[in-house]
């Protein structure tokens, strides 16, 4: 009888347990920004460790999401304890967790303990930590950065296992047990006992290191005040990224020598970033930043506007290294300004190095230099099928060949008198072309250097001993549709030259050349329109052709009543925009609204909703 009545109770024991939630975490207090972490009792109820919400480390999905701050200490009930260590799978399968700051109070990180957690990409780990458990960060995909403190003494196995790892920065002066464990792809230390690491880079003072407005550097010669730029942060705080010659920390001002590799790698959340400093662009640098929009590095030996779009490279730059601006897939345009020494461009590999963005126009401003196989995707603009206008001034000497194969939307090209040859099949592909100038000093265009480039209408040539071409070169142009215009007292020697010949249409002039006599690009913006009202016309004008005008008309005050608006003008707003250009600055004029002044379009006594209709149809647009 008391044996049923034992065996009755254990198993409603048993039961209930089933049906209740059993909790592993002791306590649970939140964070001053509201974030609840969970936290067990060690070291006899004295100390505290990170751990999970529920019994087992999966009872709860995401128990951890977004920006995650541990703090030193916690207090509770009265009393503060110090958090210690991060426990055994404490942020396990935490995919929503995209940052989290440890303290310095932490001597421990478990095994498991952000196993899985596919949105943390940086983590700097404190130098009070001396272990770091197997699998800690098993599977942290996404995981690009990471610091190890100058404490830690032992790495568990496959601790980073599955990461992304591209940059991990050493601060011991002693390899840690297991510290292959943890080889990124780029492996800064401070001495050469790191004999298990790959693509080591020694700096001497890398304890040293200071982050300054998101981005990380290292000081290379304290004693010359000079430093490099390693890392970057991956948050909110890294949309605008400056780098300037000089950063100061702590009053005292460092000369930027170098940007290393993969500076941003994969961070998608800078948007803009400039930097100053000369010289390379480490491999990899952008790499990944899909929300890229302008990226001006170097000189800015051009006029361009602080809310330029694309990749401007300034004349003190002279390489760009491998994957650079890979999926970077917001980047409209590129202007290499003009330079007397060369720039070396690298590639995506097999791909030209900026396949993945999509150019609208390219200004070439001195020569370039790249590898020209295959293996190395030819040129770097090969088959960028976006790409409309191209321009090359006279600083540039030669078109590669298959520069610009394959461009199938480009429409026009201008190209200076520095060029001497155009390559084999440079422009082969280019469906889409239109118009074509080329300098004076060209002297050959290589074989099929315009094949299946059929729409082509307009050829401005400014060589007066027409250019030897190779077998095909002009063959696919249609002589129907396509104007070929040559130098004053030329036409003979045109008339007379290999497939110069074939053209029905030829004339002596420049054609519809536009007149740049300086070189220089048009500052890569569109001048801003000007407005006018001429015989009840309203006109709009542009210093830079061929532009489109977008314009809008608003009322002073919008709170009218009914049909009635009640401030006494109208005002009218334009922009100019072109393709390879930045939208102008925009122009705007108030129109008057008494009766019997222009802004009383309909003549009822009062600017209304009609007037707005009456206005949009007198607008002419011009391009002139």
Known sequence: MKKQSFITILLTMLMSMVGAKAF?????????????????????????AVSYEGYYWDSYSNDYSGDVVIPESVEYNGSTYKVTSIGSSAFYGCSGLTSVTIPNSVTSIGSSAFYGCSGLTSVTIPNSVTSIGREAFYYCSSLTSVV???????????????????????????????????????????????????NTIQYQFLSSYFDVDGVRYVPVKPSEKTCDAIDCVYNESASDIKIASTVVYKGVSMNVKKIQPYLCFNNKYVEKLEIETEGSIGEYSFYGCSNLKSAILGNRNINISDDFSGIFIGDNITSIGNFVFYDCTKLDKVIISDREGELSLESNGSSPLFSSCPLDYVYIGGNINYNKTSNYGYSPFYRNTSLRAVEITDKETEISDNEFYGCTNLE??????????????????????????????????????????????????????PPVCGTQALDDINK???????????????????????????????????????????????????????????????????????????????SGV??????????????ASKPGFENSDAASIEIAASAGVFGDLTGDGKVDVADHVKLSSIIMEQSE
């Not at 002791?26 to 067990?40: E, L, P």
């Not at 080889?183 to 800064?188: C, I, K, M």
């Not at 000093?441 to 307009?458: K, R």
């Open 148 to 198: 190890i403190g100058s404490g830690v003494t032992s790495i568990g196995g496959s601790a980073f296992y599955g990461t992304n790892l591209k940059k991990t920065i050493w601060l011991t002066n002693t390899p840690p047990t297991g510290y292959g464990n943890v080889s990124g792809a780029l492996n800064y230390v401070s001495n050469d006992k790191f004999t298990s690491l790959y």
């Open 412 to 465: 026009r090209v201008t190209i200076g008198d520095g060029i001497t040859a155009i390559g084999n099949w440079a422009f082969s592909g280019c469906q889409s072309l239109k118009y074509f100038a080329f300098g004076s000093q060209v002297a050959t265009i290589g074989q099929e250097a315009f094949s299946d480039c059929a729409a082509v209408t307009e050829i401005i040539s400014k060589a007066a001993t």
């Open 24 to 48: 592993a975490h002791d306590i649970a207090v939140a964070n001053s920004d509201g974030v609840t972490i969970y936290y067990v009792w060690i070291n006899n109820h004295t100390e505290l």
């Open 562 to 575: 009914g049909n009635d608006i009640a401030p006494s003008s109208l005002t009218l707003t334009v922009y």
């Open 480 to 558: 129907w549709d396509c104007k070929l215009y040559v130098p004053d007292g030329c036409m003979a020697a045109y008339e007379a030259a290999n497939q110069w010949m074939d053209f029905f249409f030829k004339e002596e002039g420049e054609g519809t050349a536009t007149q740049n006599p300086e070189g220089q690009p048009e500052t890569g913006k569109c001048e801003k329109p000007t407005i006018t009202i001429t015989d009840g016309k309203i006109h709009f004008a542009c210093a830079t052709e061929g532009v489109t005008y977008t314009y809008h008309v608003t009322a002073s005050d919008p």
